[in-house]
């Protein structure tokens, strides 16, 4: 299978390639930089829009692009967010459309989403149904998803992959928290009773890959693995592995102070995400229980 992705270079698409690779798929990236593309990339701006030519060869696409949430939200960066996700996707589905349209291809895009698109839901068990919640990310993940009608309306197969907090040494949230945890300065955010959904970076890539290859799945998926947390139990959890204390809660105020709306929408809020459609289409989870898996990754 011929396999085009936006963000390759990023954590999840980095590993999505090289897994493709080793299953005897040919990947190239959809880049902004010329001077990193390589033989057989496509460049693009998610602003502009692209050329049906520039896709039709390619099988399917994978778009993970899009600018970093975990910042500061001034006005500035929240429609920096908001645009390159929402004008990046309608561009990529609005060619995959008419290129599908033109030459049968792409048969297929996958496209990132985040389970900020439930909002804080606190002890609600959410499934792909469930209803969308309020806040920023809400609104930028329901016209993220929204942005690829074009592609689905020409009969383009889509999937939407509502990606949980990716947990990997090389890159994220969890590399960002491990210096405070080796020194034994860390603790719970908040209350520590908001749930915390996790996948581990192996199981986030391979999900990728089961959507990609697997005709029959479309539409939300909820990437997370089934063992959700809640925040103190993660904190506990993680310094047990590293055998560090966690007795350094951070209070909510202080998060809001320092991070403002992105503190109240990623830190502090409850999402407890299960992966249900993905369980049902068969998908296998490598690391479905915290612990093993930050002792399969730190240890």
């Known amino acids: ?55 039709a060869a390619f099988d399917a696409i994978v778009h993970l692009a899009g600018r ?11 429609a920096e967010i908001r645009s390159s996700r929402i004008d990046g996707t309608k561009s990529l589905a609005t060619a995959a459309a008419l290129a599908f349209q033109q030459s049968g291809k792409p048969q297929a895009l996958i496209c990132s989403s985040a389970i900020g698109y439930y909002g804080s839901r606190g002890d609600e068990e959410l499934v792909e149904e469930s209803e969308a919640g309020l806040g920023f990310l809400a609104g930028v993940c329901q016209q993220w998803e929204s942005a690829t009608q074009p592609a689905a309306m020409a009969g ?50 391979r999900a990728y890959a089961f959507a990609l290859e697997n005709a029959s799945v479309h539409g939300a998926l909820n990437l997370a693995a089934p063992g959700a947390v809640t925040n103190a139990e993660f904190t506990r959890t993680l310094g047990h592995v590293l055998h560090r204390p966690t007795l350094f809660p951070v209070p909510a105020f202080a998060l809001r ?33 915290l612990e093993p898996t930050l002792r399969k990754l730190l240890t």
């Open 1 to 55: 299978m011929q396999v085009l992705i936006s963000g390759a270079n990023g954590l999840i698409g980095h590993e999505l390639s090289a897994l493709l690779r080793t299953r005897r798929h040919e990947v190239h990236g959809l880049v902004r930089d010329p001077s990193k593309a390589m033989p057989g990339d496509v460049l693009w701006h998610p602003a502009t829009p692209l050329a049906p030519a520039q896709i």
């Open 68 to 78: 970093p949430v975990a910042t500061f939200w001034s006005e500035k960066a929240k």
């Open 156 to 205: 383009v197969r889509v999937a939407h992959l509502r990606t949980s907090l990716v947990l990997s040494t090389a890159g994220g949230a969890l590399a960002k928290m491990l210096p405070a945890f080796r020194l034994g300065m860390a603790g719970r955010l908040g209350s520590g009773r908001q749930w915390w959904s996790w996948v581990s970076l192996t199981d986030a890539a």
């Open 257 to 289: 102070a320092l991070a403002g709306e992105m503190a109240e929408e990623m830190m502090l809020a409850s999402q407890r995400v299960v992966p249900r459609r993905l369980l049902e289409a068969g998908f296998n989870f490598t690391d479905p229980e």
